[in-house]
């Protein structure tokens, strides 16, 4: 089903949230999947929350010494419908950090989902997409640049997940964004990709979440084959896999020969992540990951592929395969 629309991104120019900016401007490394206001709360915790009132000038404060000492070029800010989105905050962090930021539309995953879904067709969240993509959130004149995280859960995923999915895939090909989905502690990736491309989605506008809590290199590297990108974007949550597991799997990657498919971030989505409240902070990937890469003997070259060149590739849609 084809949606009319306006809104289709001019090769290699990315959307922020101040505003379109060419890819060429970015100089400095990329977070490929970060959060920077989000609530994920269901049990009234408060734990799953980055607040843009309590938590924002930590945040502003983190992102603008990456900026200052790493040369932090860019954040994609997977935030999306269901999960507290909140653009205008995502405007004022950018401006006060003089990082750009790249926000996303889409559905996270199925315990997340808002009741927009229930009972929506494929081509009515299609349209609910590209509208959004082409209009912007409600009245802020601010619109997405990537559809993320778009999400499920276990080895496949479930009714409305696929729908979702699908949905995604189509509002992608239909306005020249990107996907990146969410795969729960990395399960999911291929039956993902299997989804994404049947809807006509290339496999170089995908990213596939999590990867690397996936002790599977053989995942790996097949979905990098495909041409899809293997997002190790998890750094630091030692929690759920640690960091010495994850230099094996990139490393694994890289030995394949798949350094060009390979994006990298730290899914900071607590406020106990932050580094103002004991955290390893948006930072952990910069100061602790990478001098373990290099002393592993990965050059300056391939780090600014994976940091870089590759998310910048991801977002624009450039398809040059990099050795």
Same mark, same amino acid.
């Given at each position: 089903?084809?949606? $009319?629309?306006?809104?289709?991104?001019?090769?290699?120019?990315?959307?922020?949230?101040?505003?379109?900016?060419?890819?060429?401007?970015?100089?400095?490394? =990329? %977070?490929? &999947?970060?959060?920077?206001? %989000?609530?994920?709360?269901?049990?009234?915790?408060?734990?799953?929350?980055?607040?843009?009132?309590?938590?924002?000038?930590?945040?502003?404060?983190?992102?603008?010494?990456?900026?200052?000492?790493?040369?932090?070029?860019?954040?994609?800010?997977?935030?999306?419908?269901?999960?507290?989105?909140?653009?205008?905050?995502?405007?004022?962090?950018?401006?006060?950090?003089? =990082? $750009? =930021?790249?926000?996303?539309? /889409?559905?996270?995953?199925?315990?997340?989902?808002?009741?927009?879904?229930? *009972?929506?067709?494929?081509?009515?969240?299609?349209?609910?997409? =590209?509208?959004?993509?082409?209009?912007?959130?409600?009245?802020?004149?601010?619109?997405? /640049?990537?559809? *993320?995280?778009?999400?499920? &859960?276990?080895?496949?995923?479930?009714? $409305?997940?696929?729908?979702?999915?699908?949905?995604?895939?189509?509002?992608?090909?239909?306005?020249?964004?990107?996907?990146?989905? &969410?795969?729960?502690?990395?399960?999911?990736?291929?039956?993902?990709?299997?989804?994404?491309?049947?809807?006509?989605?290339?496999?170089?506008?995908?990213?596939?979440?999590?990867?690397?809590?996936?002790?599977?290199?053989?995942? &790996?590297?097949?979905?990098?084959?495909?041409?899809?990108?293997?997002?190790?974007?998890?750094?630091?949550?030692?929690?759920?896999?640690?960091?010495?597991?994850?230099?094996? %799997?990139? %490393?694994?990657?890289?030995?394949?020969?798949?350094?060009?498919?390979?994006?990298?971030?730290?899914?900071?989505?607590?406020?106990?992540?932050?580094?103002?409240?004991?955290?390893?902070?948006?930072?952990?990937?910069?100061?602790?990951?990478?001098?373990?890469?290099?002393?592993?003997?990965?050059?300056?070259?391939?780090?600014?592929?994976?940091?870089?060149?590759?998310?910048?590739?991801?977002?624009?849609?450039?398809?040059?395969?990099?050795?």
């Amino acid at each position: 089903m084809q949606h $009319p629309h306006t809104g289709v991104v001019r090769p290699g120019r990315l959307r922020t949230v101040t505003g379109p900016l060419p890819g060429s401007a970015v100089h400095g490394p =990329v %977070l490929a &999947h970060e959060h920077l206001v %989000l609530d994920l709360d269901r049990a009234g915790e408060g734990a799953a929350v980055l607040e843009a009132d309590r938590h924002g000038a930590a945040v502003v404060t983190e992102l603008a010494a990456l900026r200052k000492e790493y040369g932090l070029g860019l954040v994609v800010e997977l935030t999306c419908r269901g999960m507290g989105r909140d653009p205008g905050a995502l405007a004022r962090i950018s401006t006060a950090s003089g =990082v $750009p =930021v790249v926000a996303a539309t /889409g559905w996270y995953y199925e315990p997340f989902h808002p009741a927009e879904l229930d *009972g929506a067709s494929v081509g009515e969240l299609t349209a609910t997409l =590209v509208r959004e993509i082409d209009d912007g959130f409600g009245d802020t004149g601010i619109r997405p /640049g990537v559809l *993320g995280e778009i999400g499920s &859960h276990g080895d496949s995923p479930t009714e $409305p997940e696929t729908r979702a999915l699908l949905a995604s895939a189509q509002a992608a090909v239909a306005t020249g964004l990107s996907v990146a989905t &969410h795969a729960q502690l990395g399960r999911g990736g291929l039956a993902q990709l299997e989804l994404l491309t049947g809807a006509g989605l290339a496999p170089h506008r995908i990213s596939l979440g999590h990867q690397d809590l996936l002790d599977a290199p053989s995942v &790996h590297r097949e979905l990098a084959a495909s041409g899809a990108y293997v997002a190790f974007d998890t750094v630091g949550k030692e929690s759920y896999q640690s960091d010495t597991v994850r230099l094996r %799997l990139l %490393l694994a990657l890289l030995e394949a020969g798949h350094a060009d498919r390979v994006l990298l971030s730290c899914d900071i989505s607590r406020h106990a992540y932050l580094r103002s409240e004991g955290g390893q902070g948006y930072g952990h990937l910069f100061r602790s990951f990478l001098p373990r890469v290099r002393a592993a003997g990965v050059s300056e070259d391939l780090i600014d592929l994976m940091t870089r060149r590759n998310p910048l590739r991801f977002l624009t849609g450039a398809d040059t395969k990099e050795n």
